[in-house]
T-cell receptor
Framework: GDSVTQMEGPVTLSEEAFLTINCTYT??????LFWYVQYPGEGLQLLLKATKADDKGSNKGFEATYRKETTSFHLEKGSVQVSDSAVYFCALISGNTGKLIFGQGTTLQVKP | ETGVTQSPTHLIKTRGQQVTLRCSSQ?????VSWYQQALGQGPQFIFQYYREEENGRGNFPPRFSGLQFPNYSSELNVNALELDDSALYLC?????????????FGPGTRLLVL
């Protein structure tokens, strides 16, 4: 079945460091791909999305490119801030199921 | 435009009891999906409702049931609560326009079963 695999955390960085969180997926057909962020004690917020191969999603300095050849959707940010500390989830919707399939989440801790 | 809202925010129940969680979808959205997020894990799909009908279900037992109302708001009902039902329950709304669009989440209801 369809699945999403994320790099294990926690990821600990200093402020202004470069961030990469790896995400790979397995899916039949052509899924839409998403990154959601969850701040402590809150629900999920959509961070960015891409709906077809080679699309780049971007928001708040974060970027991710839909790579069909490597089935990947890695999240990047050039300079992280303490306020970026949260749990990041990679997810996909495929076929006509309408359900989001999530990775296990990656915790990011940014230290001043 | 209001976002997705859920009630209550927190709930404590005992094993064997029943619980109803509520969700109001974002304005203009006709589809509601429910997810269960256990501590430290990613959300797991419970089911989805579109035009008041169940439109897909995950691997959850029948004691998890739902409703969608004509105004597109929704309820999640869980009967015979078990300790493992303790989790954050997330509702997400979206537009079903023939293809599945982005889902927007509410803040969740945190359920503790003792």
């Amino acid at each position: 079945g369809d699945s999403v695999t994320q790099m294990e955390g926690p990821v600990t960085l200093s402020e202004e460091a470069f961030l990469t969180i790896n995400c790979t997926y397995t899916a039949t057909g052509y899924p839409s791909l998403f990154w959601y962020v969850q701040y402590p004690g809150e629900g999920l917020q959509l961070l960015l999305k891409a709906t077809k191969a080679d699309d780049k999603g971007s928001n708040k300095g974060f970027e991710a490119t839909y790579r069909k050849e490597t089935t990947s959707f890695h999240l990047e940010k050039g300079s992280v801030q303490v306020s970026d500390s949260a749990v990041y989830f990679c997810a996909l919707i495929s076929g006509n199921t309408g359900k989001l399939i999530f990775g296990q989440g990656t915790t990011l801790q940014v230290k001043p | 435009e209001t976002g997705v809202t859920q009630s209550p925010t927190h709930l404590i129940k005992t094993r064997g009891q029943q619980v109803t969680l509520r969700c109001s979808s974002q304005s203009g959205h006709n589809t509601v999906s429910w997810y269960q997020q256990a501590l430290g894990q990613g959300p797991q799909f419970i089911f989805q409702y579109y035009r008041e009908e169940e439109n897909g279900r995950g691997n959850f037992p029948p004691r998890f049931s739902g409703l969608q109302f004509p105004n597109y708001s929704s309820e999640l009902n869980v009967n015979a609560l078990e300790l493992d039902d303790s989790a954050l329950y997330l509702c997400a709304s979206s537009i079903n326009s023939g293809r599945f669009e982005t889902q927007y989440f509410g803040p969740g209801t945190r359920l503790l079963v003792l």
